[in-house]
């Protein structure tokens, strides 16, 4: 399983020159290892069942929504006007979390659908977010979500695996939909149209 992290703002180390280095392979595993913790899945008797609360739906207001249309109508004047991102600064105000970072962290050579591969990522990165004082936030594809979801709910209350946040990765959400209209039109031509989309 591979680990990619995403950090903002991105650390200000100091940049200097890195000294060149012989590093054997057996120097770099030694460095870059997780953990492997042995998880097995307990009975679904034992895990609470999934309740979800009412979702209250607040309408918002984008104040924002228009400026893109107001920066392409500045196109067709001729006076001196700032490019995009120039605009974007001119007009919003307030802290920048500055630029993000990202970093690859240690893959685990396992079976990714492993209960045990999952649970050693999750460990893994509460651990490095304890570390920051952050709330980590993972997310995985569908099989996998189910799985670290059910891998968290088995956990005891006070476990650090409880602070996770999991969320589904935005290309398996469209999968998911797109595979429940695929399902619905099973048998109709619709399927072949959509197929070749």
Known sequence: MGIIAAVTPQSH?????VPKVHVTAAVIAAVGRINIEYFKIPPTTTIPPLTYLPLVLKP???????????????LLLHSPRPAWSGMMQMLHHGEYPGQSSIMF????????????????TLKF?????????VTP???????????????IRSQPSDSH?????????GFHTIMS??????????????LCTLATL
């Open 13 to 17: 180390a100091p940049s200097k020159p």
């Open 60 to 74: 918002a207001e984008d104040l924002t929504a228009q400026l893109d249309v107001l920066w392409k109508t500045s």
């Open 105 to 120: 962290l240690p893959m685990i050579d396992l079976d990714t659908s492993d209960p045990s591969c999952i649970y050693s």
């Open 125 to 133: 990165v509460s651990y490095h977010a304890m570390q920051y004082n």
């Open 137 to 151: 936030v993972l997310t995985f594809d569908q099989p996998l979500y189910w799985k670290s979801l059910t891998i």
């Open 161 to 169: 695996l409880k602070h996770i946040v999991l969320r589904l990765g």
């Open 177 to 190: 939909f797109l595979g429940s209209i695929g399902q619905l039109t099973t048998g109709s031509s619709k």
